[in-house]
């Protein structure tokens, strides 16, 4: 069973600190992945894709992917209120017909 | 607007009648999957399908749903005689062509809020 696992939260920082979210996947052939971003009551909205090991940087969002120990992570820099949602981590494999499996999402509660 | 485009954004169905879920995948993207999600839940993986195939419906109950990509027109999750349990958003997402290396992203509409009767 392919699976992506991810801590439920919630996960409460202050305003202006870093918010650090991880996500461990099983299936090694994983090669995309995604962080989604859901607002309560609305749609996933697709944050940042990463392909590489290392990290990608846009903004305030930084993704790291390490494939050897199965874990992708999202850091939120300068947290905001704005930032209060759950975060979707998902992996995409070529195995299987390009299935894309999702986590089941962290809360994050930026306090201000 | 380039986006996913779903409809109805709510329905409301009574126990026992048919519903009728529609998507139409953003400009380019030829591959549509449907999730269904409860309140404070993750997003259930239902089906994913190109046009005019399905290709894996692993996520979808064996009776009384059913979905459809035909080569004109949008995509159709179909629920018949609707239960409550049948009561979820139903979110529809899109990507682009899958090649050969990294796959493509999904891009998700906003959602039909089903609620039943």
């Known amino acids: 069973q392919k699976e992506v696992e991810q801590n439920s939260g919630p996960l409460s920082v202050p305003e202006g600190a870093i918010a650090s979210l991880n996500c461990t996947y099983s299936?090694?052939?994983?090669?995309?992945f995604f962080w989604y971003r859901q607002y309560s009551g609305k749609s996933p909205e697709l944050i940042m894709s990463?392909?590489?090991?290392g990290d990608k940087e846009d903004g305030r969002f930084t993704a790291q992917l390490n494939k050897a120990s199965q874990y992708v992570s999202l850091l939120i820099r300068d947290s905001q209120p704005s930032d209060s949602a759950t975060y979707l981590c998902?992996?995409?494999?070529?195995?299987?017909?390009?299935?894309?499996?999702f986590g089941a999402g962290t809360r994050l509660f930026v306090k201000a | 607007n380039a986006g996913v485009m779903q409809n109805p954004r709510h329905l409301v169905r009574r126990r026992g009648q048919e519903a009728r879920l529609r998507c139409s995948p953003m400009?380019?993207?030829?591959?549509v999957y449907w999730y269904r999600q409860l309140p404070e839940e993750g997003l259930k993986f239902m089906v994913y399908?190109?046009?005019?195939?399905?290709?894996?419906e692993s996520g979808m109950p064996k009776e009384r749903f059913s979905a459809e990509f035909p080569k004109e027109g949008p995509s159709i999750l179909r629920i018949q005689q609707v239960v409550r349990g049948d009561s979820a958003a139903y979110f529809c997402?899109?990507?682009?062509?899958?090649?050969?290396?990294?796959?493509?992203?999904?891009?998700f509409g906003d959602g039909t809020r089903l609620s039943i009767l």
């Open positions: 997402a899109s990507s682009r062509d899958l090649g050969t290396g990294s796959n493509q992203p999904q891009h």
């Open positions: 998902a992996a995409c494999s070529n195995t299987g017909g390009f299935k894309t499996i």
């Open positions: 400009k380019g993207h030829s591959h």
């Open positions: 399908l190109q046009k005019e195939n399905i290709i894996d």
């Open positions: 990463i392909y590489s090991n």
């Open positions: 299936d090694r052939g994983s090669q995309s």
